[in-house]
């Protein structure tokens, strides 16, 4: 049984950082591209950023790209997302989902339940 667990959510002041983590389990972490999307208040989900199976090449929208950093350790079956210089407009449920082949132009077959990121000071 497929399982994303997201962490590492919370209450952060403007320009501040967070760390959120995805641990995946019930399949070959290794075969497959993860991406981070999330959902702000009152809108549509919307894609973050993107990593391919081996991590060698990533993808990041533009409204985080120079401030996000996504990597993955396939050792230990976990995803993460380095959040920095964090603005109110980042403020979202963040969701860790599953590709569904190992490059990330895949469709997304799991999703996890979501971990909330609020930015206000």
């Known amino acids: 049984q497929v399982q994303l667990v997201e962490s590492g959510g919370g209450l952060v002041q403007p320009g501040g950082s967070l760390r959120l983590s995805c641990a995946a389990s019930?399949?070959?972490?290794?075969?497959?591209?993860m991406s981070w999307y999330r959902q702000p208040p009152g809108k549509e989900r919307e894609l973050v950023a993107s990593?391919?199976?081996?991590?060698?090449?990533?993808y990041y929208a533009d409204s985080v790209k120079g401030r996000f950093s996504i990597s993955r350790d396939n050792a230990k079956n976990t995803m993460n997302l380095q959040m920095n210089s964090l603005k109110p407009l980042d403020t979202a449920v963040y969701f860790c989902?599953?590709?569904?082949?190992?490059?990330?132009?895949?469709?997304?077959?799991?999703w996890g339940k979501g971990t909330l990121v609020t930015v206000s000071s």
């Open positions: 989902s599953r590709r569904s082949g190992r490059s990330y132009v895949s469709g997304v077959d799991y």
């Open positions: 019930g399949f070959t972490f290794s075969g497959y591209a």
């Open positions: 990593i391919s199976s081996t991590g060698g090449s990533t």
